[in-house]
């Protein structure tokens, strides 16, 4: 028989899920021994259900992902060293690599957004927003770890998109930061993206709070570039490992 005429294997929906939360450790979205999400927050983020999760953490956990820990602080963490690899990659590739052209649409339509919402906010922001939005910067530079600096990154630009004072520019962020992140609500995150984050959100956050909505608009290009720059840094390492070249996944559709 011709080989392209073989059965075609079927994915499960805990594959998949368990594909795009070794991508998500790859990102740095979840860092080596912190704490996953629980079942039902994770099935209730990715539109899944609890089985779906469990079969997904099953998975990770016979791969040597993650570790169930029992007790009051227990819970599912991600073990060190992982998110590399020939099975890493193979995982990674089957959940970023076909959805490309897709992400790079949803990146440049998040650019367009956060600039105008970085404008807006700079032309309509009252004292309450310049309180919110000073709070959270000084929260993101004293984060202590990946997680604080999650809630505080995600609490500035929320801040940010309410001084546009339209209900809807806060939804749409939100609802692009969760597609980005593959449905986690986390920005991809390293040392690195940190170390540009603490420069950048500071004169994010006064040009938005002086009022200058072109810098404010300018900014706000440049500082969401962190996470495309590291998407598309980790697509073409991924496309490299497999044999292929660095630019043939922004070809496909």
């Not at 998040?110 to 004292?127: G, K, N, P, V």
Request: hydrophobic letters at 40%.
């Amino acid at each position: 028989m011709n080989e392209y005429l073989g059965p075609i294997p079927m994915q499960t929906a805990g594959e998949r899920i368990a594909e795009r939360i070794v991508t998500a450790i790859a990102l740095g979205e979840f860092v080596p021994d912190q704490r996953l999400p629980t079942e039902r927050e994770l099935a209730v983020s990715l539109e899944v259900s609890r089985t779906t999760v469990r079969e997904a953490l099953q998975r990770l956990q016979a791969a040597g992902y993650v570790t169930t820990r029992r007790g009051r602080n227990g819970g599912t963490f991600v073990n060190a060293g992982t998110g590399s690899g020939s099975d890493a990659d193979a995982m990674i590739r089957r959940t970023l690599i076909p959805a490309w052209h897709e992400l790079t649409e949803v990146l440049d339509f998040r650019s367009l957004i956060e600039q105008a919402i970085a404008r807006t906010a700079a032309q309509r922001r009252d004292d309450h927003d310049i309180a919110a939005i000073r709070a959270a910067v000084g929260d993101y530079a004293r984060a202590a770890d990946r997680e604080a600096s999650r809630l505080a990154d995600h609490a500035l630009h929320q801040a940010i998109a309410r001084a546009a004072h339209n209900s809807r520019l806060v939804a749409v962020s939100a609802s692009i930061r969760r597609e980005v992140s593959l449905g986690f609500d986390a920005e991809p995150y390293s040392p690195l993206v940190r170390q540009r984050a603490v420069a950048q959100h500071p004169s994010l956050a006064e040009a938005v709070i002086a009022g200058d909505a072109d810098r404010s608009a300018v900014l706000a290009a440049e500082h969401f570039s962190l996470t495309e720059e590291m998407l598309t840094e980790l697509h073409a390492r991924i496309r490299i490992r497999s044999g292929g070249s660095p630019d043939a996944g922004s070809q496909s559709q």
